[in-house]
Nanobody
Framework: QVQLVESGGGLVQVGDSLRLSCAAS????????MGWFRQAPGKEREFVAAISWSGGSTNYAGSVKGRFTISRDNTKITVFLQMNSLKPDDTAVYYCAASRTDLFRGSYDYWGQGTQVTVSS
């Protein structure tokens, strides 16, 4: 089993930066792929970014590519999302997720409770 706990969300202004963290506990082999998703009010949950177990491969949604960076520290079983040049459209609850497989956009097995990010103009 894996438990994921997100932190780092908050209220910021357009153009600001935030760094989200996701601490995982449990089976390391159940976090081969880790990713971030987000869900805004009235919208479907959408994929944001994912990273492989080694950290050598990443994948980003087109809306955040060039602004967001995903990374991980396997010694602490932690994944990060550095968010720069934030826009109002980035406002959402951000969820950390983990997968037992190597598929970036496949089904994820474990989910955190989410952390709120609000970007005001």
């Amino acid at each position: 089993q894996v438990q994921l706990v997100e932190s780092g969300g908050g209220l910021v202004q357009v153009g600001d930066s935030l760094r989200l963290s996701c601490a995982a506990s449990g089976r390391t082999d159940s976090t081969r792929t880790m990713g971030w998703f987000r869900q805004a009010p009235g919208k479907e949950r959408e994929f944001v970014a994912a990273i492989s177990w080694s950290g050598g491969s990443t994948n980003y949604a087109g809306s955040v590519k060039g602004r967001f960076t995903i990374s991980r520290d396997n010694t602490k079983i932690t994944v990060f999302l550095q968010m720069n040049s934030l826009k109002p459209d980035d406002t959402a609850v951000y969820y950390c997720a983990a997968s037992r497989t190597d598929l970036f956009r496949g089904s994820y097995d474990y989910w955190g409770q989410g952390t709120q990010v609000t970007v005001s103009s």
